[in-house]
Each structure stands twice: as structure tokens, then as C-alpha cells.
């Protein structure tokens, strides 16, 4: 099959154009710096010319959220203006697990949810992939909630997944049918999020110290225990903390 990935030069997108080619697959890896632009429209139509599949994995470069807003409005309206032109019989997306309930309070998830409105309403058949939050994200979190010595962070659970797997989960839904509907995917271990970073902070010799605090916000949002983690039915990866950091001191940067 042609397949577009939308975002095909970004952390996830990279990882999955790769696996499509292995699998046998003419992917194609679509994004600004390849010229092929979601907000403007430039290069759309060309590089979806004779695609069975779009893989929409990009992302907003600013996290403001006006600017977050307007990324996923304006890309998904021009995504599936050119989509529909084109005939595309799936398109998959990475979402993120718990976006309807973040949604009230975090601008990005606004984002989400606008993104998502916009798959279910284009009348082609689709796969939302909903995933918890990378491992490769778990510095920003810890950014997020730094104080001088400590990191404060909300009690809630998290349940952290690999790019790795991630990558995995999208290329094989990608080469599935459509499921019209969301699936969620998530790592193979569940803990709080003072955890979680605190062994990030430990395993990487960073001296401050996570500590919880119910009423510390998670980009914007207050969290309840569960508001990040999926249900029961999702896709669970195998790389776990150890493994994943393991494998980012053996490559180097
Ligand atoms: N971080 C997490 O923990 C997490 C968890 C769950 C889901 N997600 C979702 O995962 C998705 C991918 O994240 P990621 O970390 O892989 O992203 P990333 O590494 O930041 O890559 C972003 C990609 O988007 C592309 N892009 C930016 N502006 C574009 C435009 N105007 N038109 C077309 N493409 C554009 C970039 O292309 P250039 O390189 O050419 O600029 C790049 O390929 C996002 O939708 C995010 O919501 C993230």
C-alpha cells in the first residue's frame, strides 16, 4: 500500500515510516520539512496521489493554546479536504488517553478534542489511537512541576509507554481495517507520577526530589488517581522504565 505519514520526520512518525517500509509498504514520510504542510495546504494533494492510508502523527510546534487550537483545527479541516479528494480508505491518528477528560482544563487538550471531532465528522473511515504519556516525555513532566529543590506533582497514576511501542501499536493499526472508533495503548507498568519521576530524577543524577501534592496541576489540569490511565481493554506495550532507559544510554546522542 502508499501510506502518508503526516508528522513522518517527528519522533513517532520517523519510527513508523520505518516499519511500514519493512513490512513491505511505500511510506511516505510527509511534513513541512519534506514540504508537505498541513496548516498552509502545500504539497498535500501531490503526496496523497494514489494513498490507500494516512497516518496523521504530527504535532503542534507551540503548546500555547491558541496557536495548539488552531494547529489541529486548520490541519484536520485541510487534511481531510485533500482526503476525501484523494479517495483515502483509512486514516489513523495518535491521540491521547483521558483528552475528553483533560479537555476542561488544558488548552492542548482542547486541541485534541477539536482534532478528534474533526475525524469523526469527515466521513472517512478512521482509527484513533489514544496513547499515555511517552517516556520520552517524562522530562517535560518533570519540568513541568519544578521548584527549586523539588518536583511537585499531582498523586495521580500514570502508566508510561515507549516511542518504541508506540510505533508498533500505530504501524499495526495502520495496516488493520478501520475500527471507526478510539483504542487506547499504555506501557506495562502503572505508578504514581512522583514515582515515575523520581526514578527519572535518580536515574539520571538529578538531586531534587519529586514529592506529591494533591493540588499540583498537570499542564493546567487538577488530576483525579485515574485521569491518565486507560481502561481495561488497551493495547499494553513491553518496554517497562528499566528497559527504556537502559536503551537511551546506549545510544548516543
Ligand atoms: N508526548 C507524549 O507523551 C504523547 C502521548 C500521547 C500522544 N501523543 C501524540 O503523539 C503525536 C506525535 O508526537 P511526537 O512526539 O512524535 O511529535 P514530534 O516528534 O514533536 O514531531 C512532530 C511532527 O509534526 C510535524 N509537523 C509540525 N508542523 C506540521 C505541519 N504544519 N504540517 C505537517 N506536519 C507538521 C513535524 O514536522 P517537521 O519536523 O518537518 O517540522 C514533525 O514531524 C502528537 O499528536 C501527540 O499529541 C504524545
Given at each position: ?212 501534592d494533591a493540588h499540583a496541576r498537570?499542564?493546567?489540569?487538577e ?31
Open positions: 500500500m502508499k501510506i502518508v505519514v503526516i508528522g513522518g520526520s517527528g519522533l513517532i512518525g520517523g519510527k513508523v515510516v520505518n516499519h511500514l517500509r519493512a513490512r513491505g509498504h511505500e511510506a511516505i514520510a510527509a511534513s513541512p520539512s519534506s514540504g508537505v504542510n498541513t496548516l498552509t495546504g502545500e504539497g498535500l494533494a501531490e503526496a496523497l496521489k494514489g494513498a490507500q492510508v494516512v497516518v496523521d502523527v504530527a504535532n503542534s510546534p507551540s503548546f500555547e493554546d491558541k496557536a495548539v487550537l488552531e494547529f489541529f483545527e486548520t490541519s484536520g479541516r485541510n487534511l481531510f479536504a485533500a482526503e476525501v479528494q484523494a479517495g483515502i480508505a483509512h486514516h489513523v491518528a495518535l491521540s491521547v488517553v483521558g483528552t475528553d477528560r483533560l479537555a476542561q482544563q488544558s488548552g492542548y487538550f482542547r486541541g485534541k478534542v477539536a482534532q478528534e471531532k474533526l475525524i469523526r465528522e469527515s466521513g472517512v473511515p478512521y482509527t484513533i489511537v489514544q496513547s499515555t504519556q511517552f517516556f520520552e516525555f517524562v522530562s517535560a513532566i518533570a519540568h513541568s512541576g519544578a521548584e527549586g529543590d523539588t518536583v511537585r506533582l499531582s498523586p495521580a497514576y500514570i502508566q508510561p509507554i515507549a516511542s518504541d511501542d508506540v510505533a508498533l501499536a500505530v504501524t499495526d493499526y495502520a495496516l488493520g481495517a478501520p475500527l471507526n472508533g478510539v483504542v487506547e495503548i499504555a506501557g506495562p507498568q502503572r505508578m504514581r507520577l512522583a514515582e515515575l519521576v523520581q526514578r527519572y530524577l535518580a536515574s539520571t543524577g538529578d538531586p531534587r526530589k519529586a514529592v506529591e498537570y499542564f493546567g489540569a488530576l483525579h488517581d485515574d485521569t491518565l490511565v486507560p481502561g481495561a481493554n488497551a493495547r499494553v506495550g513491553v518496554v517497562d522504565f528499566d528497559a527504556w532507559f537502559s536503551q537511551q544510554r546506549a545510544v548516543p546522542r
